[in-house]
T-cell receptor, first 112, second 111 residues
Framework: DAGVIQSPRHEVTEMGQEVTLRCKPI?????LFWYRQTMMRGLELLIY????????DSGMPEDRFSAKMPNASFSTLKIQPSEPRDSAVYFC??????????FGQGTRLTVV | EDKVVQSPLSLVVHEGDTVTLNCSYE??????LLWYKQEKKAPTFLFML????IEKKSGRLSSILDKKELFSILNITATQTGDSAVYLC???????????FGGGTRLMVKP
């Protein structure tokens, strides 16, 4: 398996634009997590899914953030409209009930 | 609210030194504690600890958990420059597999 695949690897966008981050979890993993990492706040859980269903989105900072998982092999995290303070590295991770979480390579988002 | 605190924040050592990284936690319905190593990109898994007092070992790295005192340590012996990274500790609850991460310890190993 190629591991958790995220795209794009880097994204630079202007304030106010919509940003969509994508994630393909490891096949067979039934948990998917979206994390955000900044120098100030470290790694924070934004939302996670179990069997494609959102379980806990209490970490989503604002209504500008939304996440979907239409099927077991794909998830998106959307920010609309984006703001400079959203600049961070966004990680997707997946796991099974009994395994550790495996992380993707991350998407470095810069909002100017 | 779950809390994970790592110390020290950063550490600079020379090759060959031994280091001990600390992680203390408060979590409801504790399930496991995990250590990850993060170099430039994604965190990579090191250890998962669920039982107190049982040391897990992988080469020069080892870790142990104390569920009574709510902490874990990660030891690295005979450090090498390739050990330079941020080491992250995370705790997992019984329900949901979600991880709460500490702020990390940044380790720099000088030649």
């Amino acid at each position: 398996d190629a591991g958790v695949i995220q795209s794009p690897r880097h994204e630079v966008t202007e304030m106010g634009q919509e940003v969509t981050l994508r994630c393909k979890p490891i096949s067979g993993h039934d948990y998917l997590f979206w994390y955000r990492q900044t120098m100030m706040r470290g790694l924070e859980l934004l939302i996670y899914f179990n069997n494609n269903v959102p379980i806990d989105d209490s970490g989503m900072p604002e209504d500008r953030f939304s996440a979907k998982m239409p099927n077991a092999s794909f998830s998106t995290l959307k920010i609309q409209p984006s703001e400079p303070r959203d600049s961070a590295v966004y990680f997707c991770a997946s796991s099974t009930t009994s395994s550790e979480a495996f992380f993707g390579q991350g998407t470095r988002l810069t909002v100017v | 609210e779950d809390k994970v605190v790592q110390s020290p924040l950063s550490l600079v050592v020379h090759e060959g030194d031994t280091v001990t990284l600390n992680c203390s936690y408060e979590v409801t319905n504790f399930r496991s504690l995990l250590w990850y190593k993060q170099e430039k990109k994604a965190p990579t898994f090191l250890f998962m600890l669920t039982s107190s007092g049982i040391e897990k070992k992988s080469g020069r790295l080892s870790s142990i958990l104390d569920k009574k005192e709510l902490f874990s340590i990660l030891n690295i012996t005979a450090t090498q420059t390739g050990d330079s990274a941020v080491y992250l500790c995370a705790v997992e609850r019984n329900a949901g597999n979600m991880l709460t991460f500490g702020g990390g310890t940044r380790l720099m190993v000088k030649p």
